[in-house]
Nanobody, 125 residues
Framework: QVQLVESGGGLVQAGGSLRLSCAAS????????MGWFRQAPGKEREFVAA????????NYADSVKGRFTNSRDNAKNTMYLQMNSLTPEDTVVYYC??????????????????WGKGTQVTVST
């Protein structure tokens, strides 16, 4: 089992940047493919980005492609989401998730086994 803790959220002006971190417990971080999802109040959770176990493959939602960069440091048991050119539409809670098995569809919420509690990002105009 792995525990995930997000950090780095906060308040930023439109056009600004934030970097989210997802710290994982345990010594088997490299065993997990990882993903970022986000959820606005009253809406379903949506896929943001995902990264393979080695970090060699990444996937992004169209809404963030070119603005967000997903990376990981397996030596530090940490995944990152660099978010640039933020807009008020990016104001949501961001969650990280870990996949321990088959990673056929990185964008599928159901494919992830462990979740963090989320970190709030607020983008002001």
């Amino acid at each position: 089992q792995v525990q995930l803790v997000e950090s780095g959220g906060g308040l930023v002006q439109a056009g600004g940047s934030l970097r989210l971190s997802c710290a994982a417990s345990g010594r088997t971080f490299i065993s997990y493919a990882m993903g970022w999802f986000r959820q606005a109040p009253g809406k379903e959770r949506e896929f943001v980005a995902a990264i393979s176990r080695s970090g060699g493959n990444t996937n992004y939602a169209d809404s963030v492609k070119g603005r967000f960069t997903n990376s990981r440091d397996n030596a530090k048991n940490t995944m990152y989401l660099q978010m640039n050119s933020l807009t008020p539409e990016d104001t949501v809670v961001y969650y990280c998730a870990a996949n321990r098995g088959n990673w056929r569809n990185p964008a599928a919420e159901s494919g992830y086994d462990y979740w963090g509690k989320g970190t709030q990002v607020t983008v002001s105009t």
